[in-house]
C-alpha cells in the first residue's frame, strides 16, 4: 500500500498478531510468546509452569513418575542418521532422561496422510522399534489417524512417555545457581544442519549426519559421576541457546559461555556460514547440557567422555550473579556480546 | 482402462495395497488390517497385545498406573456440542476411565497449521482448559509444533493420558465370559451425526449435539454398584459395532444384539436413512458400553440411569458360547443378521 520502507510494517510480527506463522513453531522468541500468553494461562499447575521437558508426578506410595510429550512434524521425514519413527523415540526417551527418570513406558500416535506409501510407514515402524529396543522401553498404547491428501505431510508423530524418578533426584533449573559450571556432551548443530541439508539438498564438506541418539545411558553415567548435578536438558529446537536464555531468563541468573570452548563440527560451521546461522542456535537430538557445581566438573567431564554419546563433551561456561537474565558470549578474540533468541524461524520442521 | 464393469478392479482394495487411503483411518477392517498387520508385530508386549485402549502397568510399589493416548483430527474443528479441544480431553479421560483408572494428568501437544486464525486457537485451548477443569485433571506437560499452509488442516491435538487404577481392579476383554450381559449408557451415533451434519450443513429433524462428555464419574458409580464388571468400553470411531466386533472376534465369543433394544435418537435415525448408515457403526464420545455379569444387570443399570450421563442407558444384548467371533442382531420381526465391520470409511475425521 505504501511505497516508503519507513511507513512499511515488518510483515513477522503484523502477521502474528491473529493468525499462526511458521515463527511460532521455531523455538524462538515467537514461540515462547505463544506458549506463555495464549497456552499456559489456561491451564496453570506447578508441574506444568515448571517447563521442564517432562513433569514430575508424586503417585503416593513413594512412587514419582516423569511424564512427557511430543509431535513430530520433521521435513523431510527420512534424513542422514535417522527418520521420524527413530528421532520421535529418541526425543521423548531424552525429556524422560533429562529428568534423571528411567524410561517405562512409550505411547505412538500417528497421523498419516492419504497417498503416504505404506512401504514408507514400514521403513518408519522399523526405525522406531529398533531405536525403542535398543533403549529397552516398549510401546504400550497407540492410535493411528487418518488425513487427506492435502491436509498433512505424510506422516505426523506423537510420542509420549513415562519414567520412574529414582527416589531422592531433584533436578532442573530451580537448583541452578551462581558458580555452576555448564558442559555439553559434544558437537552443536548436527542434527538441524543435517535435515536442512537433506531439504535443500545442500552439498556439505564432509559426510554429516544427525547425532539422533538415546541420552539415558549418558545421562545415567553422568549422575553416578556427579550426582550433584543441578538440571540436564537436551537442547533441541532453538539449539543450545534457547535452552541457556530460558535457564538465565526464568532464573534472573547471568550466563556466560567462552564461543571458542563450543565444540562444532567443520561441516556444520561451514554450512552455518552458507546458511546465516550460528551453531548454537541449531537443533540437537543426541546432545545433553549438563549444569554441575563447580567441584563436580572434572568427574563430570570425565564421565561423559567415557561414553561412546559423550566423547566430544566440553566444557562451555559458567552461571554467574552478574547481568542477571542475560546470556553473555565470550568471543576468542576477548569482546563480549548478548546472546539472544532469534524472533522468529531459522529452521522450521526440524523435529 | 477398461469400459466392462466386471473387470474393473475394486479401487479401494488395490489403492490400499501400497499406500494410505481413507479408509485406513475409519475404524473399520481396513484400519485393523493396518494396525495388526504393520504397526503391532514391531512392538510385541502384553500391554500393547490386548489392545485395551489404556496400557496398565505396574511400577512396583504396588502402584498401578492405565497410560492413553489419542491424536484427534476431527473436521471441523468446532461442532454443536463441543470443540477439537474438549473432545481431546474428554476422549483421553475416557480411554483411562474405562480402565477403571483415576485420570491423574494429561499431556497436551499441538501441530497447528499456519494461517490458522489466533482467536480459534484460543477458543480451543479455553475449551480444553474447561473441560479438564470439570474433571479436575491437570494439564501437566505439552508441546507446539507448526507446520507449512497445506501440510496440516488447522490444528491437530494430541492428548496422552496417566491415571491410577485401584488395588484390584481387572478390567478388560479378557475378562468377558459367556452370560455376561451387555449395557450401553445412553444414545448411539450423536456424536458422529453431529460433527457430520456440521460439516456437511445437513438440516437435521430437531437439535442434534455431540455427546462428547467426561466418563469417570459415570464409570465410577458403576463399579460401586457392580463390582464384577467384566469391561467398559467408550464406542468412538467404528461405533457401537467396532467394539462388539473387536470383543466378538478376540475372544472367540458369540454376542447378540436385540436390534429394538438400542437407543437411538429419532434425528440420529434420520440423518443414518438418509445417508445410508447405521447408528450401531456410529462415532459416540461420550457413551460407555459395559459387559457385567448376569447377576449385576439390575444394579448396574439402574447405578447407570441414576447419574445425569446415563439416563437413556439401556440393556442390548449378551454374550454366548454360540457362533464364537459372530455378533449377531435380532431384528424386531424375529429375523437375524450378522453385524460385521464396514471395509472402509464411513465416517473419516470424526475424532
Redesign the interface.
Known sequence: MSSSLAEAPCPTPIAA??????????GGRL?SQ??EE??LP??R?P??EALDD??V?D?????R?A???????V?PIFFPGGDIGSLAVHGTVNDLAMGGAVP??L?????????????D??RV??S??AA?NAVGV???????????H????GI?I?T?G?G?VPDGLELGSAHVRPGDQILVSGTLGDHGIAVLAQRQRLELEGELTSDSAPLHGLAQALLVACPGVRMMRDPTRGGLAATLVEVASRRRLGIEVAEAALPVKDAVRGACELLGLEPIHVANEGKLVAFVPEDGVDAALAALRDHPLGRDAAWIGRVTSDRPGTVVLRTPVGGMRILDLPYAELL??IC
Chains 1, 2 share one sequence.
Not at 505411547?107 to 512401504?119: C, R, T, V
Not at 498404547?141 to 487427506?148: F, L, M, S, Y
Open positions: 498478531r491473529d493468525r499462526i506463522v511458521m515463527g511460532h513453531g521455531s514461540t505463544l506458549i495464549r497456552i489456561a491451564f499447575n508441574a506444568l517432562q513433569a508426578l503417585l503416593g506410595r513413594g512412587s513418575i511424564f512427557t510429550t511430543d509431535s513430530y512434524v521435513s517405562v513406558a505411547s505412538l500416535s500417528l497421523i498419516l496422510e492419504e497417498g503416504l506409501p505404506l512401504a510407514l514400514e515402524i522399523e522406531a522399534r525403542a516398549p510401546v504400550v498404547t497407540g492410535d493411528t489417524k487418518v488425513v487427506g492435502g491436509s498433512g505431510d505426523f506423537n509420549s513415562i520412574v522450521p520442521r
